[in-house]
């Protein structure tokens, strides 16, 4: 069918490779098939329409493992870089160990850490929060408590 440079480029996974870029197996497959039942065209497209899906998806999770690097090390300069202890890893308590941990996580560990750090900055503001409130109580207390006195001498 496909004869001499088109039929060898077609069986010729490395030639696929070289014209059509870094694509998973199956999408090779899916364009020697298109190209066979509908011409180069419509598969030199579809590849076109694959590689801008393969670098959006990639530049996305880029964009997204920097987004949490940067919002990791925030929460762990807020909380004075506290160890954290999950399922998938330990994080030492320290701004090296830290800066180490994003620099060779993967996204998922990333994730985690997001979350825990996430939910220790909760727990401080719950916890300084709590802490006005005591404060707040106290003072309303000593006011309450010179008021009445202050009364009881009146009488």
Request: with cysteine.
């Amino acid at each position: 069918m496909w004869g001499g440079e088109a039929g060898h480029e077609v069986r010729n996974p490395y030639k696929l490779r070289q014209r059509w870029g870094d694509l998973p197996p199956e999408a090779f497959d899916l364009l020697r098939s298109l190209r066979l039942t509908y011409g180069i065209t419509l598969a030199e497209q579809v590849a076109g329409m694959l590689k801008l899906v393969r670098d959006e998806a990639r530049k996305s999770l880029a964009e997204e493992r920097a987004a949490l690097i940067d919002q990791v090390m925030l929460a762990g300069e807020q909380l004075d870089f506290p160890l954290i202890v999950t399922e998938a890893f330990d994080l030492a308590p320290t701004v090296f160990c830290w800066s180490a941990f994003c620099g060779n996580a993967s996204i998922e560990q990333l994730r985690l850490a997001h979350d825990a750090a996430h939910l220790k900055l909760q727990v401080k503001r719950g916890r300084l929060k709590l802490s006005e409130a005591q404060d707040t109580w106290k003072n309303l207390s000593q006011r309450l408590c010179a008021w009445y006195n202050a009364r009881e001498m009146d009488s």
